[in-house]
């Protein structure tokens, strides 16, 4: 075994190299708002004689330059971080091959527990003193440069992303504690990568396993909705995934509540915010399955953003609204509400409207679904709402195909006592 560990140091300095090598020769200028050198940093871990930890870090940082648009690392070439990229797999493989048949694991996560604390104490370091009196970001970053934390945060977020489950599962202990250090840091590039790194340990770890940090996490969640534009998609899915998953058996659970009224209310700030409402929209499905007919609690403030958005001139947002249409009105059949007119009336605006849309045809699909479900639930109700329209010569298609008989003449009660009122939307050809 130790002459195993001998040929991997032998093998790991043929590796750093030709990486030191290119390195060199990659031209940089550090910015001038940066305070900190990232090719100096680089060029420390990657000495003479580097450990296997140093040369992972080194690693972490020319990995994540690929996906990356902050200035610290986009100075460095695609070709570069390729090559760490297959450097560390070549690495990991002869660790691998160097333990007994029985010890075999992978690499990374044999490192994490020596290199999280050191990462998390990184990104500690200029992080706001809530003690300090003056508790501002100015005076952390002047105490220790911020671009110490995103290196590490950036590190952080490539080491926990090389974890799978069942390994992950096995060191959340280690990982949570540094995900929710980078969730409390005032910089939002280091909250972003913490917001990644939960996104991946939400869809790699038991939902058993994230019970010990439930509230901690979800009060992270919600402190962090309040998140810049650049990062509140992060914010949404990862808020989504954990809430659904540690609450996953308790739909009247406050957490649902909080984070849901969150969200709600930094819409209704920014109603004509396009990438809000899209990340939203695309991320919700999850709560709304999962609180089902609780719902209707919500009406109030979901519906006039839902009219609202359905005359915004992107067809995204329109796809991404009717569908969640359709999962409200199927989850609850939009009981005891006096929506059911005015989402009527909207629909045949929007139906409308579509003509002149690039994605009209699916645009007309969704809605006559809609209006089909409602039809179908809502009984006289919905003919009513319907039939001042019925005889507009400009929805004559939309009339015939609502002039069938409604499976359902008026609203069941026999799903009132159910968290959803099961109704599967129609494909209109």
């Not at 005032?186 to 396993?209: C, D, L, R, Y």
């Not at 849901?260 to 919700?284: C, D, G, T, V, Y």
């Amino acid at each position: 075994m130790s002459n195993s560990l001998s040929d991997i140091h032998s093998h790991l300095s043929q590796l750093t190299k030709p990486i030191l090598d290119s390195l060199s020769k990659t031209p940089y200028t550090p910015q001038e708002t940066t305070k900190i050198s990232t090719k100096s940093t680089l060029e420390s871990l990657l000495s003479t004689k580097p450990s296997v930890k140093d040369f992972s870090l080194a690693c972490a940082l020319l990995s994540s330059s690929s996906s990356s648009t902050h200035e610290l690392l986009t100075w460095i070439p695609g070709h570069l971080s390729t090559a760490a990229e297959t450097a560390f797999s070549d690495l990991s493989k002869a660790y691998n091959d160097a333990l007994p048949g029985d010890e075999k694991r992978n690499l990374v996560a044999g490192l994490m527990p020596e290199i999280v604390p050191l990462l998390k104490e990184k990104i500690r370091e200029s992080s706001i003193d809530k003690s300090d009196e003056n508790n501002e970001a100015f005076a952390a970053s002047a105490r220790v440069p911020v671009g110490f934390a995103i290196l590490a945060a950036y590190q952080f977020r490539w080491f926990v992303s090389q974890v799978e489950c069942p390994d992950l599962g096995k060191m959340v202990n280690l990982v949570i504690p540094c995900a929710l250090t980078c969730l409390d840091h005032w910089s939002p590039e280091v909250k972003g990568q913490g917001m990644i790194s939960f996104i991946h340990i939400a869809t790699n770890v038991k939902a058993v396993e994230l019970d010990l940090y439930g509230d901690v996490t979800l009060d992270a969640c919600c402190q962090n909705i309040a998140s810049d534009d650049e990062i509140w998609q992060y914010v949404m899915e990862m808020s989504v995934l954990l809430v659904t998953c540690i609450q996953r058996d308790n739909p009247r659970s406050s957490w649902f509540e909080k984070i849901l009224n969150e969200m709600l209310s930094h819409l209704e700030r920014q109603p004509r915010n396009k990438e809000r409402r899209i990340a939203w929209l695309k991320f919700i499905e999850p709560v709304f399955n999962a609180i089902g007919l609780l719902l209707l609690a919500h009406f109030r403030r979901i519906f006039p953003l839902f009219f609202q958005w359905m005359h915004v001139d992107d067809d995204e947002t329109i796809l991404l609204l009717l569908k969640r249409v359709q999962t409200v009105v199927r989850l609850t059949w939009v009981r005891n509400t006096p929506y059911v007119g005015r989402l009527v009336d909207e629909l045949v605006v929007l139906f409308k409207e579509a003509a002149l849309r690039r994605a009209r045809e699916d645009i007309r699909t969704d809605i006559l679904n809609i209006l089909i479900m409602l039809q179908q639930c809502k009984g006289q109700q919905f003919e009513t709402a319907w039939n001042k329209y019925r005889d507009d010569p400009n929805l004559t298609a939309l009339a015939r195909s609502l002039s069938s008989e409604p499976t359902f003449k008026a609203e069941s009660d026999s799903a009132a006592g159910g968290a959803t009122a099961e109704l599967e939307p129609l494909t209109i050809e």
